[in-house]
């Protein structure tokens, strides 16, 4: 079992950056890999970032690539998810999620039901 908390959200304008952080305690070296999903209002959960367990390895969902960058701390304790040109259309609810069976990023990314454990989750509001 693991436990994931996320914070870092807020209320910002269009253009400006937020960083997410996650929490990780309880089992995290059966952590395999890492990503951070996305639900917005009315719409479905969508996976934006993934991260290998080494940290060496990340991928991203089109509609945020080249914007958002997810990073680990070297203790691995803490996943970060750092937010640029933020949009109106990236308001959701943010949660960091765990993979304890070793999928691919590439299907981790396409997958947001794979995941074993997932945190509460952080509110993003981005107003125009």
């Known amino acids: 079992v693991v436990q994931l908390v996320e914070s870092g959200g807020g209320s910002v304008q269009a253009g400006g950056s937020l960083r997410l952080s996650c929490a990780r305690s309880?089992?995290?070296?059966?952590?395999?890999?890492m990503g951070w999903l996305r639900q917005g209002p009315g719409q479905e959960r969508e996976v934006i970032a993934v991260i290998n367990r080494g940290g060496e390895e990340t991928d991203y969902a089109d509609s945020v690539k080249g914007r958002f960058t997810i990073a680990q701390d070297n203790a691995k304790r803490t996943l970060f998810l750092q937010m640029n040109a933020l949009k109106p259309e990236d308001t959701a609810m943010y949660y960091c999620a765990a993979d304890f069976r070793g999928f691919s990023l590439r299907w981790l990314l396409r997958h947001p039901d794979s995941y074993n454990f997932r945190g509460q989750g952080t509110q993003v509001t981005v107003s125009s």
């Open positions: 309880g089992n995290i070296n059966s952590v395999q890999s």
